[in-house]
């Protein structure tokens, strides 16, 4: 997709393929899992434009529709604008449930998602994990969040 950008990957974690042609970098941990995912634009967003869409919360909507595709349950707990990288974003908490193939059980996960409109670019950060675990490993999301560096607007 054209975005050039570095993250910290902690120790422990591993780094795998992305599964689906728009997640350009998965980090996973157990049940945790950390992806970047990259999407076009219908047009070039200004930061100025990225910031009034982030504090207007026409993002939120997005976060349950990604999460509902996959999952049930699914519910915001918490909407913030904040920034990736200099970068206007929107961070969205959430909450759901999720049934893996291999039994009929419901888990309990909670996820952030934050929105980052990088000029011709919607980048998704997404980071889940069971919901029992999420208070110890939040940090580590946020950590990793704050490492992320997007090179090509350092280079002008």
């Keep these: ?3 050039d950008f570095k ?4 120790q422990g974690w ?3 393929e992305g599964n689906r042609p728009n997640i ?3 980090l996973t941990s157990g049940h945790n899992y950390f992806m970047v995912i990259v999407r076009d634009n ?5 930061r100025n434009m ?4 982030c504090e207007s919360g026409e993002l939120d909507s997005g976060a349950i529709e990604e999460v509902n595709d996959r999952c049930v349950d699914s519910k915001i707990l918490a909407a913030s604008n ?10 969205v908490e959430t909450q759901f449930k999720i049934k893996y193939s291999w039994t009929d059980k419901l888990f309990d996960f909670k996820s952030y998602m934050w929105y980052v409109m990088y000029e011709d670019l919607m980048i998704c950060i997404l980071a889940s ?11 580590r999301f946020h950590q990793i969040v704050q490492s992320l560096v997007f090179f090509d607007h350092y280079e002008r």
């Design 24 to 26: 350009v970098c998965k």
């Design 129 to 139: 994990g069971p919901e029992q675990e999420f208070a110890r490993t939040s940090l």
């Design 82 to 91: 904040t920034e990736v990288d200099t970068y206007p974003a929107r961070l």
């Design 50 to 53: 990225a910031k009034e869409i």
């Design 1 to 3: 997709k054209g975005l």
């Design 14 to 16: 591993k780094v795998e």
């Design 7 to 10: 993250l910290m990957v902690p």
């Design 42 to 46: 219908i047009t070039f967003i200004s």
